[in-house]
């Protein structure tokens, strides 16, 4: 690396939609990020990708210099290469396993001293595919919302063996980049992010199957709704700020509404399923999904931008 | 009521905080507002409270004709003369059933040729409190979320004898003065708003008093990762867009891991609550809460703002 730069090295790993987002996060921030991606295909996108996103966030005033920030992004074709002079490793490969125990491995063999993993995994907790390394006290799972470079939170999951002083290292790292830290005592299915919006989905699937109220009115209970303040607000926050006095009098006054609602567990059914997909694709055409995608992620860049405005980033 | 006026007169019931905004609603979208409270020292803040509701909401972009607005805003001592010539009644008085029972019979007596009755209530069902009344099927439940005119989205939630035309003129009414209504087919507990919040609430008070993750950190994971999203998505266009093939592609890849996750219910216990309240105070001392609840309700208005400057008030 070049001896003027100040910051650590940061290696990514696996270079699809979410590496590529985590290169732009770490040289967003000032470090010399080094990607390793075993697809010549995909290795190829990586830049072009980080150079389009850059220029959107230029324009929503995210960043303010685009050029500096694609040249600390190095795309490399040997992992060893991108490992090079990295103090952190961020892994985000295909999420199985198999795929995840193999790059662990290989990563685990090529770790020097000190040197620190975060994988991306969003719901395999790191246990299942470290056991065998033997730096495994050094890896964990620091997982972000798809796309990471747009919202600024990161999940952090420690295994058993994962040492503390490796989740410290994380959090301080996350912060200086800008991604919160959420920071989980140990593994649990779903982490907390997808178990928090899992039992809205939940709850959202058990009362379209019952009638009470169509898809399209269900997404406006949170998109005009709940949503709104939840872009700024978490539900404890939310809570305290809600009765008058705090959330031990709204507590006191609500749980047994609350927790009286808790209906029994509920699937998925497949004709649940079948008409709810019915009744989305009246709403938006499949043709039109990935057109609808870049709208979303064009209105979180923006959205990002207003919060930022605001000072809400932290 | 002056015949100039083209807009058709709105009676406000009761008004506190939630009639009060009720009134800048519809006094915003052109509606002649008509507004009665029994207590002299509410009806007495009506007006002051609107004007610096105004205000803000004029800086922040969201109305252009202060002025104008609360001119259309008269606040009156009898009920009679609020319902003179209104269309349509909001009632917002304190939720309970007694009281509910109360001024749904005083409106019922008053009532005139298809004058139709939209509750605020945010939890008890009109069947609790409209049965004995001779217009019942002319009474339904309105419910906003607070603070209603900084917050687009309105429940309509029938009871089994409100008539299917009252719905659907409440509707049209609601989408015309920018409430987006969220209509329900049934009465059901905690109506659909509470009872995604409320499955919400659940989890993150069963992880908190498992230890997995600090209050702090559990609002940072919606506030930070899931938020922003629901700030102009709900869950069913999330996730269709979250998976190549789209709702149907998502539901079957990982229907199991949420309907897994399902825990069995909960309650809030009283040392999990004494728990929670001392960390928020470490976070927020209680002198601060009216500030932050400022902070939110501004907040709130320029987000909306930021919402309808993206053209996503729809």
Same mark, same amino acid.
């Given at each position: 690396m070049e001896e003027h730069q100040s910051k650590p090295v940061i290696a990514i790993v696996g270079a699809g939609l979410i590496g590529s987002g985590w290169a732009v996060v770490f040289a967003r921030a000032g470090h010399p990020v080094r990607v390793f991606d075993p697809s010549e295909g995909v290795r190829a996108r990586v830049l072009s990708w980080a150079n389009v996103s850059l220029d959107e966030m230029t324009e929503t005033g995210l960043v303010e210099d685009p050029k500096s920030i694609l040249e600390r992004i190095t795309v490399l074709d040997a992992l060893e290469s991108a490992m090079e002079g990295a103090v952190y490793v961020q892994e985000s490969v295909f999420e199985t396993v198999e795929a995840k125990a193999a790059v662990s491995r290989s990563i685990d063999a090529l770790l020097g001293d000190g040197v620190i993993v975060g994988s991306s995994s969003s719901g395999i907790p790191s246990s299942r595919f470290t056991a065998e390394c033997k730096n495994r006290d050094r890896f964990i799972i620091a997982h972000p919302v798809n796309p990471p470079h747009l919202i600024p939170v990161v999940e952090l999951v420690p295994a058993s063996w994962t040492a503390e002083g490796v989740v410290n290292f994380v959090a301080d790292l996350m912060n200086e980049?800008?991604?919160?830290?959420? +920071?989980?005592?140990? $593994?649990?299915?779903g982490f907390v992010m997808n178990r928090?919006?899992?039992?809205?989905?939940? $709850?959202?699937?058990?009362? &379209? $199957?019952?009638?009470?109220?169509?898809?399209?009115?269900l997404d406006v209970a949170i998109s005009h709704g709940l949503g709104p303040?939840?872009?700024?607000?978490g539900p404890f926050e939310t809570i305290d700020l809600n009765a008058p006095g705090g959330i031990e009098d709204y507590? &006191? +006054?609500l749980r047994d509404l609350f927790t009286g609602m808790v209906r029994e567990p509920r699937g998925w059914s497949d004709e649940v399923i079948r008409k709810a997909t019915d009744e989305r694709r009246t709403i938006l055409d499949a043709a039109?999904?990935?057109? +609808? +995608?870049?709208?979303?992620?064009?209105?979180?860049?923006?959205?990002?931008?207003?919060?930022?405005?605001? $000072?809400?980033?932290?």
């Open positions: 980049v800008g991604q919160k830290p959420v +920071r989980l005592t140990q $593994e649990i299915d928090l919006q899992g039992v809205m989905l939940n $709850e959202a699937w058990a009362l &379209y $199957e019952d009638g009470i109220a169509s898809i399209a009115d303040r939840w872009a700024f607000m507590a &006191y +006054r039109d999904l990935a057109a +609808r +995608r870049a709208w979303r992620d064009a209105m979180l860049g923006r959205l990002a931008a207003f919060k930022k405005s605001q $000072e809400l980033q932290d």
